[in-house]
């Protein structure tokens, strides 16, 4: 099956500096990555996705990129702001798999004023 | 606004004591799923539905059991909640038709086990 794995687990930054989060995956038949954040006692939101025939995509201050030969995918955040403060996690989704996800396991952001 | 609700949003059961936890839909998808989340930990899909279709996820224990009545609603039946069932429980709907890949979760319900 699908494994994923995040880093950093957590990661401070100040405000309007950027963030980057990394996951790698090891099946290459995964061919759909999406990014939720997770505000304290919430459900996981969709801040953004990717799939396997696009490098890199862009939502303001939020972008992914993935490296389909490294087999990671990264998300990166600009301008941070103390909203977005929360944990992410990135998932990946196995071709063939249905709709399941393999979650990583997460990374809490914390931005200091 | 098209939604996924999930109802208690805080649960607690005492050791032993059957628990249904519930989780409804406005967004018309056919497929649902429940997650567990225990703290600072990932969501771990237990099963998930597509239509009628019970799909078991294999490390599933026995302990936990779904219901789907209806494309609306779904049920998580925990037949003898033990101390290390207490978890965030979340529901979360797709569509599979198309390219459509997102998930839509709900705000999870909280369970405690005395």
């Known amino acids: 099956g699908e494994n994923v794995e995040q880093h950093p687990s957590t990661l401070s930054v100040q405000e309007g500096d950027s963030a980057v989060i990394k996951c790698t995956y090891s099946?290459?038949?995964?061919?759909?990555f999406p990014w939720y954040k997770q505000e304290l006692g919430k459900g996981p939101q969709l801040i953004i996705d990717?799939?396997?025939?696009?490098g890199e995509k862009k939502d303001q201050r939020i972008a992914v990129t993935l490296n389909k030969t490294a087999k990671h995918f990264s998300l990166h955040i600009t301008e941070t702001q103390p909203e977005d403060s929360a944990v992410y996690f990135c998932?990946?989704?196995?071709?063939?798999?249905?709709?399941?996800?393999?979650f990583g396991t997460g990374t809490q952001l914390k931005v200091e004023l | 606004d098209a939604m996924v609700i999930q109802n208690p949003r805080y649960q607690v059961t005492q050791f032993g004591k059957p628990v249904t936890l519930s989780c409804s839909q406005t967004l018309n998808h056919n497929v649902m799923y429940w997650y567990q989340q225990k703290s600072s930990q990932a969501p771990k899909l237990l099963f998930h539905y597509y239509d009628k279709d019970f799909n078991n996820e294999a490390d599933t224990p026995d302990n936990f059991q779904s219901r789907r009545p209806n494309t609306s609603f779904c049920f998580l039946d925990i037949r003898s909640p033990g101390l290390g069932d207490a978890a965030m429980y979340l529901c979360?709907?797709?569509?599979?038709?198309?390219?459509?890949?997102?998930?839509?979760f709900g705000p999870g319900t909280r369970l405690t086990v005395l």
């Open positions: 979360a709907t797709s569509t599979r038709r198309g390219t459509a890949n997102e998930q839509f």
């Open positions: 099946d290459s038949a995964s061919n759909y």
């Open positions: 998932a990946a989704r196995l071709t063939g798999g249905g709709n399941k996800l393999t």
């Open positions: 990717i799939r396997s025939n696009v």
